[in-house]
């Protein structure tokens, strides 16, 4: 095991080379989930809780990104999906468009919420619909001036949000975390990718 994992290890479980999750540094951290954990071991001794460790972390962390997130785009005019719908156009380079079966690949929800969400989105000046040159029969959605603007914007506030959360951790355990998380989120996301769609 490398030395930047070694803060993943509690001192117990690190002198006999286990596996645990505690901060950096000399001193040990705790928070509620430690309180949650103990807890339940007291209350329910015959179940291997240790999942909480990891996905209750997880969890919370993501309540404070979706704060984040929120902040991030209200101080843009933006609601997150709004953020979603522009940002997904904006990685795409020039002309900054998909086709609408790309844009609900790239953002997940229904087709019929996607009409909705572009038709929103054009009617505030930040997306346009074109013809495919290709085939005059679909619709690309492109991302106007305006949008690219607001969603680069939006994009500078929420990392510059999404660095505080992090600030924490070193740069070497932050990728040692994202490592971490992508073993994990992998088979979900091939699964997810394979589904009829």
Do not use: I
């Not at 609601?79 to 904006?90: G, H, K, Q, T, Y």
């Amino acid at each position: 095991m490398s030395r930047d994992m070694l803060w993943l290890m509690s001192p117990d479980e690190h002198s006999r080379g286990g596996r645990g999750v505690v901060a950096p540094g000399p001193a040990q951290l705790t928070d509620e989930v430690d309180q949650l954990v103990a807890q339940w071991r007291a209350e329910r001794p015959d179940l291997d809780v240790s999942p909480l460790q990891v996905l209750s972390r997880v969890s919370r962390l993501s309540r404070h990104l979706d704060r984040a997130r929120r902040a991030a785009c209200a101080a843009h005019g933006l609601e997150p999906w709004e953020f979603d719908v522009l940002s997904a156009l904006r990685r795409q380079g020039p002309p900054y468009q998909l086709s609408p079966g790309a844009l609900l690949h790239a953002t997940l929800v229904t087709s019929g919420t996607m009409t909705n969400r572009v038709d929103r989105l054009a009617e505030a000046g930040l997306v346009s619909r074109h013809r495919d040159a290709q085939d005059k029969r679909a619709v690309q959605v492109r991302l106007t001036g305006r949008g690219g603007a607001v969603a680069d914007a939006a994009l500078d506030d929420l990392l510059r949000r999404e660095h505080a959360l992090l600030n924490g951790l070193e740069p070497a355990q932050q990728q040692a975390l994202a490592q971490l998380l992508r073993v994990l989120l992998a088979p979900f996301d091939a699964a997810s990718a394979a589904e009829p769609g």
